[in-house]
C-alpha cells in the first residue's frame, strides 16, 4: 500500500488565504526582505518570498544592496529598518557574502521584527519552551503533522539534520509535542538503526536518498524536508520508494517547500501584531 501523500500545496494556500484577510484587517504591514549581492539560488528564493508577500496584501519591499557592501552599513540599514514605523518584519537573507559576519548581522535584527525567528533570543525562547517567533520551515513541518492528524504524543520522532534553522527547532517542536526525540547527524553511527525504530521520520540533511526504502519503519511518518538539485530534478533526501513503507510521506517537491513561504508570512503578521501591541513579545 503506498503511503498517504502529505502536500503542501493545499495546505499553504489556506495558510496564505487566512493570512491575506488578517493584512486585509491590519491594514499597513511591512515586510522588508534583504539581499546582499547576487546569488542565483538567493534571488529565487527572494523572488517567490516577495511575490508571496505582495499577493498577501502586505507592503512589501525588496531590498537589494551590492555584494560589496560592508558589514558596517548593513548594521547601519538595519538599525534604520528596526527603527521604522513602517516596518514590521525584517528578512535578511542568508547566506551572507564571506566579509559580513552572519551571527552578528542575526543579532542586530530586533527580536520582534525577526521574521525568520533566527535571533538568539527567539532560538532560545524556543529552546525554553516559549515559542515567540519560531522559524518558517520547522513551522511548516509541524503544520503538515497537524493537518494530518499525526499522533505525536509519545511518539518516537526521529530527526537526521541539526541546524539551527530546521534540524534543532523541529527537535524542540517535536519535543514540546511530547515526542520522545532522537537527534542524528554527521557523526551518528548506523543511522539505520535509528530511522527503523522512528514512528515518525523528519530529514533535513540535503543529500539526495540519503534515508533509502528498507531504512524506513512500516507504517510511519516521514518528512522530507531535504530540496536537492539533481540532474534528475529536484529530490529530497528520501528515496520515493519509501512510499511503499509509509503510511504517509511527503512529496518533492510540493511537501515542506510551499509550507514555508506560508509559515513565514504567518511569522510576518506575528511581527506586526507585537509592533501594535496585540501580542506581547515574547509573551
Ligand atoms: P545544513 O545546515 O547543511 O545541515 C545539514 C545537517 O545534516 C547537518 O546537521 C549535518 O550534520 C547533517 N548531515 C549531513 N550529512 C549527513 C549524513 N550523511 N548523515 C546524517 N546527517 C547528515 O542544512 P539545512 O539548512 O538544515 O537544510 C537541510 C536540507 O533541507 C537541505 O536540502 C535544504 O535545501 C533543505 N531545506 C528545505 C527547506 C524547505 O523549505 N523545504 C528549507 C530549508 C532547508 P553535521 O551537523 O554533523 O554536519
Redesign the pocket.
Known amino acids: 500500500m503506498s503511503a498517504t501523500l502529505m502536500k503542501g500545496k493545499p495546505l499553504a494556500e489556506r495558510i496564505r488565504a487566512e493570512v491575506a484577510e488578517e493584512v486585509r484587517v491590519l491594514g499597513h504591514v511591512g515586510l522588508v526582505t534583504v539581499l546582499v549581492g547576487d546569488d542565483p539560488a538567493s534571488d529565487v528564493y527572494i523572488r517567490l518570498k516577495h511575490k508571496a508577500a505582495v499577493e498577501a496584501g502586505f507592503a512589501a519591499t525588496d531590498l537589494r544592496l551590492p555584494a560589496d557592501t560592508s558589514e558596517a552599513d548593513l548594521l547601519a540599514k538595519l538599525d534604520e529598518l528596526n527603527a521604522s514605523d513602517d516596518v514590521d518584519a525584517i528578512l535578511v537573507q542568508l547566506p551572507l557574502p564571506k566579509h559580513i559576519d552572519e551571527a552578528r548581522i542575526i543579532r542586530a535584527v530586533t527580536p520582534s521584527k525577526d521574521v525568520d525567528g533566527f535571533h538568539p533570543l527567539n532560538a532560545g525562547e524556543l529552546y525554553l519552551g516559549r515559542p515567540a517567533i519560531v522559524s518558517a520551515?520547522p513551522r511548516?513541518v509541524m503544520a503538515l503533522l497537524a493537518e494530518h492528524n499525526i499522533e505525536l504524543d509519545g511518539a518516537h520522532a526521529v530527526v537526521?539534520?541539526?541546524?539551527a534553522?530546521?534540524?534543532k527547532p523541529v527537535m524542540h517542536l517535536l519535543q514540546q509535542a511530547n515526542a520522545t526525540v532522537t537527534l542524528?547527524?554527521?557523526?551518528?553511527r548506523d543511522?539505520a538503526q535509528y530511522t527503523l525504530e522512528a514512528d515518525i521520520l523528519v530529514a533535513?540533511?540535503?543529500?539526495p536518498a540519503?534515508v533509502s526504502a528498507d531504512m524506513v519503519k512500516d507504517r510511519s511518518v516521514v518528512v522530507d524536508?531535504?530540496?536537492?538539485r539533481t540532474e534528475a530534478g529536484l529530490v529530497g533526501?528520501v528515496d520515493p520508494g519509501a512510499l511503499d513503507r509509509a503510511a504517509y510521506m511527503t512529496p518533492v517537491p510540493g511537501g515542506?517547500?510551499p509550507?514555508?513561504i506560508a509559515c513565514l508570512l504567518q511569522n510576518a503578521v506575528k511581527c506586526a501584531r507585537y509592533r501594535r501591541g496585540e501580542l506581547a513579545y515574547p509573551g
Open positions: 520551515t511548516g537526521i539534520g541539526r541546524s534553522i530546521v534540524g542524528c547527524h554527521s557523526h551518528t543511522l533535513a540533511v540535503g543529500v540519503l524536508v531535504g530540496m536537492n533526501d515542506v517547500g509550507m514555508t
